[in-house]
């Protein structure tokens, strides 16, 4: 390497070539492939942002429908307990009316038989009166008692009348 400061070197100049050339090859062949890559890739990522917030807000969606029918569903079923409750009562009401009503009946049925049983001890009373008055009447004809004995005789017939009740 001697002599000359001022020397070109043609290696400078073949390597600026050769990266030139290459820069050139790249942008004409592997650049643009390259570039599209990288714009397909985006584009996908992009799409895929897209269609996930999409799938997010569907979610949201049928979350929310979830969440009103389940409301609704509650408020069906407390619709249907309050109604079962009503009916409910409406049967124990009609169940007491009618053991109420077949009470009365039966109580009434009960007064008209004591009434009819009452009625006919008081005309079995009225026919043993009868029988005992004759009776009495027929011991006062035999005998032909005075007032004294007819007296006595009233009395006893009383004492056995209140026996007989």
């Known amino acids: 390497m001697g002599g000359n400061p001022i020397q070109f070197d043609y290696t400078l100049v ?92 039966i109580k009434k049925s009960a007064l008209v038989e004591i009434e009819r049983e009452r009625d006919r001890a008081i005309a079995e009373v009225k026919a043993q009166v009868a029988d005992l008055s004759v009776l009495v009447a027929e011991k006062i004809i035999r005998q032909k008692l005075d007032m004294q004995g007819q007296g006595q005789l009233i009395d006893q017939f009383i004492q056995e009348v209140g026996e007989m009740q």
């Open 14 to 105: 073949a390597t600026v070539i050769s990266f030139l050339l290459l820069v050139w090859l790249l942008s004409a062949k592997a650049w643009g492939p390259l570039m599209k890559m990288m714009e397909e890739r985006r584009s996908h990522i992009e799409s895929m942002l897209a269609q996930a917030e999409n799938e997010r807000q569907q979610a949201e969606q049928i979350k929310r429908e979830y969440q009103e029918e389940m409301r609704k569903a509650r408020r069906e079923a407390q619709e249907v307990i309050a109604k079962a409750i009503k009916v409910g009562e409406a049967s124990a009401n009609e169940i007491l009316a009618a053991s109420h009503e077949e009470s009365e009946k």
